[in-house]
């Protein structure tokens, strides 16, 4: 580990631990700093800034940009010079280039996209040495010195349960753990058949286990089936698509820490969960701003449209007041855990709101309202929500072999029908959808799917 990753760390935890000033202090002078780098370095930056006093200390003062603008503007958005939309694709084009280093110093990685542009996202040294330090800082709360015994016991062995075939964030990740000496790193791919992925799991018997979180509630159902019987110290989720009971049980049937966190490519250290269900904000490396449709700030307790994210880490591509789509809800109060750093919960993506004619007019429902019928129900493991057509919602279920199949359907229905009758829906069908819910192409599970895609 270099010197520069040692003090990260030992920054980490001393600003930890002096609260919400120094926090603040910090965020104020790396946003100060990144500004001023982004304005000497990246002619997009030089251009949209123009107008700002030289010395920029509150985020407030940025104009907000978005993944469709900066990747209509790449090489200019980039730092380096050196850095081309035509080089960078051609190594995302290629599957066998999956975590290969771009320049000889960057790590590459893309965001899916459903609809619209694909995101293409350049990481520099610096910011993989901030995600360790958060990793750390997180992973320390997590874990007790008698779980870190348990760890190294097994060699420090982790599975990693993933989509493969794209140049993910998890992808990516996986690659490079690889090329380190000595790292005992398998990755298996999720769409492998469950008996195969079962039997390679029993046999490799990791500490550690990356699954995303719905793909964990599947190997939960197998190990209390007795056919998976692995042993992990920790499970690493991310913090999307379950039902919150869901998390309770994995942690039980496997008697292991359950560690989770919500990120994207455009800020991999974005934020970890705590033991009381809140995910905090490592707010001295992001500046993360709950805002509403017109971008304003929204008070902590009330839920947001959008939040801007400024990455203070990364130099290569800034990411400055950048409108990331997912709808937050922020505590209003300290957390009963103790950490002063910022605490939210996700509330789904702003884009997945579903729209509906009516004689009325439009009636616009937010994810969150279908998605709360739904994961209260006992027997669900996984769901998701498809508007197939105009007036047409198709339901896709996965239920726990133990559960009523016909009964979990029925109890799902009606609660989506309420949801629909309180908004003068009642004509929107409900469809039994004949397939398990689709996987996204990044890996991850979305519960309400709109008409058109959505956002990506
Ligand atoms: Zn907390």
Same mark, same amino acid.
């Given at each position: 580990?270099?010197?520069?990753? &040692?003090?990260?760390?030992?920054?980490?935890?001393?600003?930890?631990?002096?609260?919400?000033?120094?926090?603040?202090?910090?965020?104020?002078?790396?946003?100060?700093?990144?500004?001023?780098?982004?304005?000497?370095?990246?002619?997009?930056?030089?251009?949209?800034?123009?107008?700002?006093?030289?010395?920029?200390?509150?985020?407030?003062?940025?104009?907000?940009?978005?993944?469709?603008?900066?990747?209509?503007?790449?090489?200019?958005?980039?730092?380096?010079?050196?850095?081309?939309?035509?080089?960078?694709?051609?190594?995302?084009?290629?599957?066998?280039?999956?975590?290969?280093?771009?320049?000889?110093?960057?790590?590459?990685?893309?965001?899916?996209?459903?609809?619209?542009?694909?995101?293409?996202?350049?990481?520099?040294?610096?910011?993989? !040495?901030?995600?360790?330090?958060?990793?750390?800082?997180?992973?320390?709360?997590?874990?007790?010195?008698?779980?870190?015994?348990?760890?190294? !016991?097994?060699?420090?062995?982790? =599975?990693?349960?993933?989509?493969?075939?794209?140049? #993910?964030?998890?992808? &990516? =990740?996986?690659?490079?753990?690889?090329?380190?000496?000595?790292?005992?790193?398998?990755?298996?791919?999720?769409?492998? *058949?469950?008996?195969?992925?079962?039997?390679?799991?029993?046999?490799?018997?990791?500490?550690?286990?990356?699954?995303?979180?719905?793909?964990?509630?599947?190997?939960?159902? %197998?190990?209390?089936?007795?056919?998976?019987?692995?042993?992990?110290?920790?499970?690493?989720?991310? !913090?999307? /698509?379950?039902?919150?009971?869901?998390?309770?049980?994995?942690?039980?049937?496997?008697?292991?820490?359950?560690?989770?966190?919500?990120?994207? $490519?455009?800020?991999?250290?974005?934020?970890?969960?705590?033991? %009381?269900?809140?995910?905090?904000?490592?707010?001295?490396? &992001?500046?993360?701003?709950?805002?509403?449709?017109?971008?304003?700030?929204?008070?902590?307790?009330? +839920?947001?449209?959008?939040?801007?994210? $400024?990455?203070?880490?990364?130099?290569? +591509? *800034?990411?400055?007041?950048?409108?990331?789509?997912?709808?937050?809800?922020?505590?209003?109060?300290?957390?009963?855990?103790?950490?002063?750093?910022?605490?939210?919960?996700?509330?789904?993506?702003?884009?997945?709101?579903?729209? #509906?004619?009516?004689?009325?007019?439009?009636?616009?429902?937010?994810?969150?309202?279908?998605?709360?019928?739904?994961? $209260?129900?006992?027997?669900?493991?996984?769901?998701?929500?498809?508007?197939?057509?105009?007036?047409?919602?198709?339901?896709?279920?996965?239920? !726990?072999?133990?559960?009523?199949?016909?009964?979990?359907?029925?109890?799902?229905?009606?609660?989506?029908?309420?949801?629909? /009758?309180?908004?003068?829906? %009642?004509?929107?069908?409900?469809?039994?959808?004949?397939?398990? *819910?689709?996987?996204?192409?990044? /890996?991850?599970?979305?519960?309400?799917? *709109?008409?058109?895609?959505?956002?990506?």
């Amino acid at each position: 580990m270099t010197e520069h990753v &040692v003090s990260l760390i030992w920054d980490a935890w001393r600003t930890r631990k002096k609260g919400v000033g120094a926090i603040a202090q910090r965020q104020r002078a790396r946003l100060a700093d990144i500004v001023a780098h982004a304005r000497a370095n990246s002619p997009h930056y030089r251009e949209l800034y123009r107008d700002l006093p030289d010395l920029v200390e509150s985020v407030q003062q940025l104009p907000v940009t978005d993944k469709k603008m900066l990747m209509e503007r790449f090489d200019d958005w980039c730092t380096d010079r050196a850095v081309t939309l035509e080089a960078t694709e051609a190594l995302v084009d290629d599957p066998s280039r999956i975590g290969e280093w771009f320049l000889g110093k960057y790590t590459v990685m893309t965001t899916s996209g459903t609809t619209g542009r694909r995101g293409i996202f350049l990481v520099d040294d610096h910011t993989m !040495a901030v995600v360790t330090a958060m990793m750390l800082r997180w992973i320390g709360d997590w874990l007790g010195p008698s779980d870190f015994l348990k760890i190294i !016991a097994r060699r420090g062995r982790m =599975a990693m349960v993933m989509a493969t075939g794209g140049h #993910f964030a998890s992808a &990516v =990740a996986a690659a490079r753990l690889k090329q380190r000496r000595g790292s005992r790193i398998e990755v298996l791919s999720a769409h492998m *058949p469950t008996a195969e992925l079962v039997a390679q799991l029993n046999r490799f018997q990791p500490a550690l286990l990356t699954p995303y979180a719905s793909m964990a509630a599947l190997l939960a159902d %197998e190990q209390e089936a007795g056919r998976l019987d692995i042993h992990p110290v920790l499970l690493a989720l991310s !913090a999307e /698509g379950l039902p919150q009971a869901e998390y309770g049980r994995i942690a039980r049937v496997f008697n292991a820490k359950i560690g989770n966190s919500y990120a994207a $490519s455009e800020c991999m250290f974005l934020s970890a969960m705590c033991d %009381e269900g809140w995910l905090h904000i490592n707010a001295d490396w &992001v500046a993360f701003e709950p805002v509403d449709a017109d971008y304003r700030a929204v008070a902590p307790g009330e +839920q947001s449209h959008t939040v801007l994210i $400024s990455n203070l880490a990364n130099r290569v +591509q *800034p990411i400055l007041r950048y409108d990331l789509g997912d709808s937050v809800l922020q505590r209003p109060d300290p957390c009963p855990c103790g950490n002063p750093l910022p605490a939210i919960r996700v509330q789904g993506r702003s884009a997945d709101v579903l729209t #509906f004619r009516t004689p009325g007019g439009e009636v616009r429902l937010p994810p969150l309202a279908l998605s709360q019928a739904i994961e $209260s129900i006992r027997g669900v493991t996984l769901f998701q929500i498809a508007q197939s057509d105009p007036d047409g919602l198709e339901l896709r279920l996965q239920i !726990a072999p133990a559960a009523n199949a016909d009964a979990v359907w029925r109890e799902a229905e009606a609660g989506l029908r309420k949801v629909l /009758g309180e908004h003068g829906l %009642e004509r929107v069908a409900i469809r039994r959808g004949g397939e398990p *819910p689709e996987q996204g192409r990044g /890996g991850k599970f979305r519960e309400v799917i *709109p008409l058109s895609g959505g956002r990506s």
